[in-house]
């Protein structure tokens, strides 16, 4: 026993390590389960008394001088790890942070909001499910009027004199402005519409939609028209052109139908405009007088203007995306595209 402790002593003095891996394996060799330390300490438990009493000291400061050798040799290797330098290499470039991208839809919205607030217009909201008073009603579509069939309806509760349904334009949020605002009003409706509407590449049953109304003494066509034109052009580009079509709307009298120039061919004529030279861009009107009534404004003094717009439609003419459902199926590829885009 004696001569096995000197024998351990002696390698504990010239034990020498270089790595933390080398000093771990001198640690399990001397002190692990099957060590040769721990080992003897197994031989002393069933050594007599006397014995006990020869080894017990010496054993002890065996043990010591192991585990006081491992620990410095931890610590040293630490340090002089530390003082060659981090072992990370700060010089290299940091992981690229993938930021998220705005959805083209947002962007479009952004620009529009920004191109009326430009113009003294404020933004409301308004709830997704809507009363049929708010959408149709003080939009002066009297019930049963063949004018609803214009919009396939999603009823979230039938059988009521003021059934609940998903809004089908943010229009019911221009009446509730009229309801609340003072006037003269000046507002913009962004918002997110529903209709029953078959999926296709050309429509979708969820869209995006702005709409406009400004109300004062003395608004006329031209107004409206010169509204129009301005924010074609800010949108658009300077050398956009509008026409209006004759159109119909049962809130607006009277209505049209607005067209930019094809900012793809000038007017030459390509497949995005079909040859024609002009995309449609939105619906528009005077407001009619009902509507004005129905919403407590006295309509012999006050008169306004309304328009509406899809941003998935306008988008699609930014972007040249051919399919209406790109927008909402939120595959990455396509999302991606837009990220140069993103304001931070
Ligand atoms: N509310 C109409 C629609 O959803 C758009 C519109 C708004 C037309 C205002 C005229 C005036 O199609």
Redesign the pocket.
Same mark, same amino acid.
Not at 282 to 285: L, Q
């Given at each position: 026993m004696k001569q096995r402790i000197e024998q351990i002593l002696a390698e504990i003095n010239e034990l020498k390590c270089k790595t933390q891996k080398e000093v771990e394996e001198a640690r399990v060799r001397l002190l692990g389960k099957k060590g040769e330390v721990t080992r003897l300490f197994e031989e002393f438990r069933t050594m007599d008394k006397e014995r006990k009493k020869e080894f017990g000291r010496s054993l002890n400061e065996l043990k010591q001088a192991a585990q006081n050798k491992i620990e410095e040799y931890k610590n040293s290797i630490g340090e002089e790890a530390n003082a060659a330098g981090p072992k990370e290499d700060l010089t290299m470039p940091g992981d690229a942070f993938e930021l998220g991208s705005r959805h083209p839809v947002s962007i479009v919205r952004q620009e529009i909001v920004d191109i009326f607030r430009k113009f003294g217009y404020d933004v409301a909201e308004g709830p997704e499910i809507e009363d049929d008073y708010h959408v149709f009603e003080a939009l002066n579509f009297p019930p049963n009027h063949p004018a609803r069939d214009m919009q396939d309806t999603f009823f979230v509760s039938a059988g009521h004199p003021n059934p609940l349904l998903l809004r089908?334009?943010t229009?019911s949020v221009q009446v509730r402005a009229m309801e609340n605002m003072k006037l003269p009003i000046r507002v913009i409706c962004p918002g997110r519409v529903f209709r029953n509407e078959a999926i296709s590449a050309r429509a979708h049953c969820i869209f995006h939609?702005v709409?406009g109304l400004y109300i004062d003494e003395d608004v006329t066509f031209a107004d409206l028209k010169q509204a129009i034109l301005l924010f074609a052009r800010e949108m658009f580009g300077p050398e956009t052109e509008i026409r209006m079509r004759p159109s119909y709307?049962p809130?607006?009298e009277p209505?049209a139908e607005v067209d930019v120039s094809c900012n793809i061919c000038h007017g030459k004529g390509c497949n995005i405009c079909k040859g024609t030279g002009w995309l449609e861009i939105?619906?528009? $009107?005077m407001v009619d007088p009902n509507v004005l009534e129905a919403s407590g404004i006295d309509s012999k003094k006050y008169s306004g203007f309304?328009? $509406?717009m899809g941003l998935e439609r306008i988008a699609m003419l930014k972007w040249r995306v051919n399919d209406l459902r790109h927008y909402f199926e939120n595959d990455m590829r396509f999302l991606k595209e837009f990220n140069t885009s993103i304001e931070v």
């Open positions: 089908t334009h229009s939609q709409e709307f809130f607006t209505s939105m619906g528009c $009107g309304a328009f $509406g």
